[in-house]
């Protein structure tokens, strides 16, 4: 299972509004992403940092290609983009992984 890490910002007073749609996520984004593999989805934050974490259990590349050919993805990125910004890597199509520097299983 490989593990895909990736951070973004928060607009200002942005949090509640985040955190409410997330909470309404809508069914046919999460059928993509189970479709694409990806489980235990997990957002933190830290002031207007954000940083997320999930596992791709169909590898990173294949949730890469689903995520960016997916206009059900592209209306989420829309619909977030008043409250957050996140850099998108021009050669994936979506956030840019962090580098891994330690794991411990």
């Given at each position: 299972m490989e593990?895909?890490?990736?951070?973004?910002?928060?607009?200002?007073?942005?949090?509640?509004?985040?955190?409410?749609?997330?909470?309404?996520?809508?069914?046919?984004?999460?059928?993509?992403?189970n479709n694409a593999g990806i489980h235990n989805y997990t957002i933190w934050c830290m002031g207007d940092e954000l940083f997320g974490y999930y596992e791709a259990e169909k590898g990173v590349d294949f949730a890469a290609k689903a995520q960016a050919g997916s206009p059900v993805v592209d209306r989420w990125n829309e619909y977030m983009k008043d409250v957050m910004r996140m850099e998108i890597d021009p050669q994936t199509g979506t956030a840019y992984q962090l580098e891994q520097v330690f794991f411990h299983p």
């Open positions: 593990r895909f890490a990736w951070k973004a910002k928060l607009l200002p007073g942005a949090k509640a509004e985040y955190i409410r749609r997330h909470n309404e996520i809508w069914p046919e984004m999460t059928e993509l992403l």
